[in-house]
């Protein structure tokens, strides 16, 4: 066999090998896409079929609801405002080139699973408008390209973890309407150079959250003015009941000398 015929043989094994690699599943994506489902209460409002978990991608097309490839891997999952039930599995983390994570506006529960740390070509995460519990995972820093951290209108409590304003790349930020507390991290509203700082429309709706650029908090105590009130009220009180007291005596003074003037003209003799 001359080295003409070598080579060829050679190019024909690795374009069968390419064809077979893109026409294989591969183990991780199809782990991260059969765990979603088992994670979620109503897959079927997804009409995904298991059997298409196995090849999940046909090089940029999928056969997967909400689903986008690119090089035979999964890269985006839109699943937005399908009413959704169940929890954010953490078994996503196995999808290692996602870079678009979507779960917006559905009923999903429970907490943001800190194994989202793995997705590190994560550039957008929304899991904004539903009902996660538990507290803002600080491991979402591991993701270093997020641009994008939509959090709003959740139940999600705790601080909001200061490491995530050491996401360089973050220029939209959004965690309004949960139950958060405690101070609002300077590294997310004073940021030096020409990182993006949040103003108060991240940060609104959370009752015990503080800080800059929220307005400072009511104070829990009286007022100035209902304390100057009750002052005012106090000392007309004391002023009413003194002068009450004043007639009072008045009156006494006034009967007990008519009785004593009575008593001195009954003994004085007539002229």
Same mark, same amino acid.
């Given at each position: 066999? %001359?080295?003409?015929?070598?080579?060829?043989?050679?190019?024909? &094994?690795?374009?069968?090998?390419?064809?077979?690699? !893109?026409?294989?599943? %591969?183990?991780?994506?199809?782990?991260? $896409?059969?765990?979603?489902?088992? #994670?979620?209460? %109503? *897959?079927?409002? !997804?009409?995904?079929?298991?059997? /298409?978990?196995?090849?999940?991608?046909?090089?940029?097309? #999928?056969?997967?609801?909400?689903?986008?490839?690119?090089?035979?891997?999964?890269?985006?999952?839109?699943? @937005?405002?399908?009413?959704?039930?169940?929890?954010?599995?953490? =078994?996503?983390?196995?999808?290692?080139?996602?870079?678009?994570?979507?779960?917006?506006? @559905?009923?999903?529960?429970?907490?943001?699973?800190?194994? $989202?740390?793995?997705?590190?070509?994560?550039?957008?995460? /929304?899991? #904004?408008?539903?009902?996660?519990?538990?507290?803002?995972?600080?491991?979402?820093?591991?993701?270093? +390209?997020?641009?994008?951290?939509?959090?709003?209108?959740?139940?999600?409590?705790?601080?909001?973890?200061?490491?995530?304003?050491?996401?360089?790349?973050? #220029?939209? =930020?959004?965690?309004? /309407? /949960?139950? !958060?507390?405690? *101070?609002? *991290?300077?590294?997310?509203?004073?940021?030096?150079? @020409?990182?993006?700082?949040?103003?108060?429309?991240?940060?609104?709706?959370?009752?015990?959250? +503080?800080?800059?650029?929220?307005?400072?908090?009511?104070?829990?105590?009286?007022?100035? &003015?209902?304390?100057?009130?009750?002052?005012?009220?106090?000392? !007309?009180?004391? &002023?009413? $009941?003194? =002068?009450?007291?004043?007639?009072?005596?008045?009156?006494?003074?006034?009967?007990?000398?008519?009785?004593?003037?009575?008593?001195?003209?009954?003994?004085?003799? %007539?002229?």
């Amino acid at each position: 066999m %001359d080295v003409g015929r070598v080579v060829l043989v050679l190019l024909l &094994l690795c374009v069968m090998w390419i064809q077979i690699q !893109l026409c294989s599943s %591969d183990p991780s994506d199809e782990a991260c $896409l059969t765990q979603l489902s088992k #994670s979620l209460q %109503d *897959p079927n409002r !997804l009409n995904w079929k298991q059997e /298409n978990f196995a090849k999940p991608c046909n090089d940029s097309t #999928s056969n997967l609801q909400g689903a986008i490839c690119n090089n035979g891997r999964i890269y985006k999952l839109s699943l @937005n405002n399908l009413a959704l039930h169940g929890t954010i599995s953490p =078994f996503l983390a196995n999808c290692t080139n996602l870079q678009a994570l979507d779960l917006s506006s @559905n009923f999903l529960t429970g907490p943001i699973p800190p194994d $989202l740390q793995s997705l590190v070509n994560l550039a957008v995460l /929304n899991l #904004s408008a539903n009902r996660l519990e538990g507290e803002i995972p600080p491991q979402l820093t591991m993701c270093a +390209y997020l641009n994008i951290i939509d959090l709003h209108q959740n139940l999600l409590t705790g601080p909001i973890p200061q490491q995530l304003g050491l996401l360089v790349r973050l #220029s939209a =930020f959004d965690v309004s /309407n /949960n139950r !958060l507390a405690g *101070p609002i *991290p300077s590294s997310l509203t004073n940021r030096s150079g @020409n990182l993006p700082r949040f103003n108060a429309s991240s940060f609104v709706g959370n009752k015990d959250l +503080y800080g800059y650029p929220l307005p400072p908090l009511r104070s829990k105590g009286l007022s100035i &003015l209902a304390i100057v009130g009750i002052g005012l009220g106090s000392g !007309l009180a004391s &002023l009413v $009941l003194s =002068f009450t007291g004043v007639c009072i005596w008045l009156k006494v003074t006034d009967r007990k000398m008519a009785q004593e003037e009575g008593k001195i003209s009954h003994l004085m003799p %007539d002229y």
